[in-house]
């Protein structure tokens, strides 16, 4: 009978052949990779007064996130540039990767300019205060 293999595994295992081993478990376990691939993982809540959403985004610093208040849409985007330099007798080693993640959430009747984010430990942290009306606007959060 045919023995059935995955297309994931089957993909994983030619790649590993073609570039090695170790550079594939490298970059496929990266903590940037992994949540792009399954999107930021976030926390939400909601109280009477504001909705507070804390997004884990380790290893990445605060100059590269973005967070965005937009026609009702919050979006959180972080920007990861990374290069490793390895030098052994006999070879030398470079390698570049780059990536950008992003997660929406739909949020109506937010104070966009009382909205606040703080970022500490890998933790993203945005409250939006409610209000009773709705004004859509774009509005661009600054990261405390």
């Known amino acids: 009978m045919f023995d059935l293999v995955p297309f994931r595994k089957k993909n994983e295992d030619l790649m590993k052949s073609i570039f090695g081993k170790e550079f594939m478990d490298s970059f496929f376990n990266s903590e940037l990779f992994n949540a792009s691939s399954s999107g930021i993982r976030a926390d939400i809540r909601e109280s ?3 909705y507070i ?18 026609d009702n849409y919050l979006t ?4 990861h540039n990374e290069e ?8 030398i080693r470079r390698e570049r990767r780059a ?6 959430f ?3 009747n937010v104070k966009n300019q009382d909205v606040k984010a703080s ?3 890998g933790v993203l942290s945005v409250v939006l205060p409610k ?12 990261i405390h």
Do not use: H, W
């Not at 959403?53 to 937009?70: M, Q």
């Open 48 to 50: 009477e007064k504001e």
């Open 76 to 79: 959180i985007s972080a920007k």
């Open 84 to 91: 490793l330099n390895e030098e052994r007798e006999n070879y």
């Open 99 to 104: 990536g950008k993640i992003a997660r929406s």
């Open 119 to 121: 970022y500490q430990d």
């Open 131 to 142: 209000t009773k009306e709705n004004k859509p606007k774009g509005y661009k959060i600054d």
């Open 53 to 70: 959403i804390e997004a884990d985004l380790p290893g990445v610093n605060k100059e590269a996130i973005e967070v965005e208040l937009r």
């Open 106 to 108: 739909y949020v109506e």
